[in-house]
């Protein structure tokens, strides 16, 4: 992912003309930067003084992309006037977003965002609205100017996870370099992450948490948290031994005790009918209970509610909240998935529970195409909050599939989603993915069932119906995807069959002229007179 990596607002002396915003792709490699915007808002009024659309631009060969003034070395990829990044209370923001456009003077917001850093140098200094927006919940950055007596930067050195103000540390400047980090804090990919956590409901005997790592990673000084109510702190266990040769550590929420004694029942960890819950693995041996959870120390952390909500709640700084069927009787997961779109910040989806195995993810290779059309008053609505509706018919959409096969999917499932509104009209496109065949025919039987249906579709409170008069989709059935490289083999065999069927009359044709020549005996033959005429 694209990460803020290096902020250097403030230089000695009046020139201000070494600033600079460096950017770092953890991909370690050339990278398009097409739809990612870079933002500067000034503290005082929470406004945007500054907006970069990136678009068209790429990182260097090593992942780093460089912002600065035009007079600095290394030469910046963007130029700016000298003085021109804002020394603070002020923030920088890097967004991503193919729809939303982002503005002059805009205020500041959390759509589309991917990394922030808030940040002064000089204190006290307040931004309550940047913090409250960009990162709920955390402190301020200093850019401490005692800390050396050449020029200095806030440098990430404490994970790669976007929107971590503790992921930075004042150092000396490195533009395009790798930052100066102290040995004990150097900038690595966090060692253990959260794989799966199994929330299974009913009578089914097994719960747990798995995490992943390098095998014989040790997890000593790290602890197992369970977020509740207000994100306070509900458990924390101190984990012990080292992940193992599969790269999976399974932790067994069985109801016993805990290694420090907490008794960990299935009611304290499950997902909450109100508000969110969430599992989180922080860097420190032990958090007392009934504390409010920050990010300082956090090393990975997944969120999950049975009511899926677009209200901010208080645990909306570990990320985003995954929705689980809560009501429902079969063993359920939320497992890690590297599928769909790069830029999305969704990575759990719902899936069987796979102790110790490798998790079950939704699939490109068991796809289905579907074209949609609705009917809508107007497109006003569509066209004037494209990437809100989009996302709130990607969610109904996810929901009417749930409730129509009961199959376990979410919305990481739905890829490449997108709708054009024409007069009232809306037409939709995209994939489901599934995790098997007999899951992608079911999501086939669903796709169909919508389409013939004529209940009101619901988006936003709003009732829609689908509608036959699609032009285009007309024309493009609905494909699953493995059936389509099927049909096509077909067609590849009838072809080269008839080919060789040709091919094989003809060489009958010409053998059988060659075993029965004509007869000599019955031809008239001209003699010499006849032909000297001729001649």
């Known amino acids: 992912k694209l990460l803020i990596n290096e902020v250097n607002p403030d230089n000695p002396g009046g ?20 739809g990612y915007w870079l933002v500067l808002y000034n503290g005082k009024n929470s406004r945007a003084y500054r907006v970069l659309d990136l678009s068209g631009h790429h990182t260097d060969e090593l992942g780093y992309f460089l912002v600065g003034s035009s007079a600095m070395s290394p030469a910046p990829m963007i130029r700016l006037p000298p003085n ?11 967004y991503y977003s193919n729809t939303t456009f982002y503005a002059m003077n805009m205020a500041v917001t959390a759509e589309g965002l991917v990394d922030a850093v808030v940040y002064t140098s000089k204190m006290p200094a307040k931004a309550d609205q940047l913090v409250k ?3 709920p919940g955390q402190r301020i950055l200093y850019e401490n100017d005692s800390h050396s007596t050449e020029d200095e930067s806030l440098s990430r050195c404490h994970s790669l996870s976007g929107k971590i103000q503790s992921s930075f540390q004042v150092t000396t400047v490195t533009p395009l370099r790798e930052n100066f980090c102290s040995s004990s804090s150097a900038l690595v990919p966090p060692a253990v992450r959260i794989s799966e956590l199994c929330l299974a409901g009913g009578t089914t005997p097994f719960r747990f948490v798995e995490l992943e790592g390098k095998p014989g990673t040790s997890l000593r000084g790290l602890s197992l948290v369970f977020l509740g109510k207000e994100g306070k702190v509900h458990a924390s266990v101190p984990l012990r031994g080292t992940i193992g040769v599969t790269g999976l550590f399974m932790f067994a929420l069985d109801g016993g005790h805990g290694h420090d004694g907490t008794n960990l029942t299935f009611k304290g960890i499950s997902a909450a009918s109100e508000g969110s819950s969430a599992i989180a693995v922080y860097s420190t041996s032990l958090i007392p209970g009934g504390t409010k959870a920050t990010s300082e120390n956090l090393v990975d952390a997944l969120v999950y509610t049975c009511e899926p909500s677009t209200a901010r709640g208080h645990l909306d700084f570990l990320g985003p909240s995954y929705a689980v069927p809560c009501n429902d009787s079969r063993p359920v997961s939320l497992s890690r998935c590297a599928c769909g779109n790069a830029s999305t910040e969704l990575q759990f989806a719902i899936s069987d529970p796979t102790p110790g195995l490798q998790n079950s993810c939704p699939q490109d290779a068991f796809a289905v195409d579907f074209h949609l059309c609705l009917l809508t008053p107007n497109c006003s609505m569509w066209t004037l909050h494209h990437k809100k509706m989009l996302e709130s018919l990607g969610r109904a959409l996810v929901s009417s599939l749930e409730e129509k096969c009961s199959c376990g999917v979410s919305e990481l499932y739905l890829q490449e989603l997108n709708l054009m509104c024409v007069g009232s009209l809306v037409k939709v496109w995209g994939q489901m993915w599934a995790r098997q065949l007999e899951q992608q025919q079911s999501i086939e039987t669903w796709r169909q069932g919508f389409l013939a ?3 009101p579709f619901s988006v936003d409170g709003r009732l829609l119906k689908t509608s036959p008069e699609c032009v285009t989709p007309k024309n493009a059935p609905s494909v699953l995807h493995s059936g389509a490289s099927f049909r096509g083999w077909e067609v590849a065999l009838f072809v080269v069959g008839s080919l060789l069927l040709m091919f094989l009359l003809v060489s009958l044709a010409f053998y059988f002229i060659k075993r029965h020549p004509q007869n000599y005996t019955n031809i008239e033959m001209n003699d010499r007179g006849e032909i000297a005429e001729d001649f």
């Open 453 to 455: 249906s004529s209940h």
């Open 84 to 94: 021109t990044i804002q020394n603070g209370v002020d923030a920088v923001a890097l």
């Open 133 to 135: 927006v960009l990162v």
């Open 15 to 34: 020139g201000e003309d070494a600033e600079y915003i460096e950017l770092f792709y953890t991909g370690r490699t050339r990278f398009d930067l097409q």
